[in-house]
């Protein structure tokens, strides 16, 4: 196995998505109202909504309030280290 390395040279690449912090990957497959989730929400630097039980990370994108799902910015980060190693 070979590890590719990002666009600045690095073999490791932190998954986090720049207008929001990794955190938001420990939502995927959970319910809004799981008791670990409501006790961490107060920490993290943005608001978590509730979109069919599911949730839903807000965050300020050039002045505009954005939605996305946990999956969404996982798609997001592997999107990403596709293109650097198609690059």
């Known amino acids: 196995m070979e590890i590719i390395a990002n666009d600045q040279g ?7 998505v720049s207008f929001t912090d990794e955190e938001c990957l420990r939502l995927i497959g959970r319910k ?3 008791p670990e989730i409501k006790r961490d929400m ?3 630097p943005f608001k978590i909504t ?3 039980d599911k949730p839903v990370i807000q965050v300020k994108y050039r002045s505009e309030t954005r939605e996305f799902t946990p999956e969404e910015i ?6 990403k280290m596709k293109e650097t190693a198609e690059a």
Do not use: E, G, Q, Y
């Not at 690095?10 to 986090?16: A, F, G």
């Open 10 to 16: 690095h073999r490791i690449t932190p998954s986090w």
């Open 32 to 34: 809004v109202d799981d």
């Open 42 to 44: 107060k920490h993290w």
């Open 50 to 52: 509730s979109k069919n």
């Open 74 to 79: 996982s798609a997001m980060v592997l999107t």
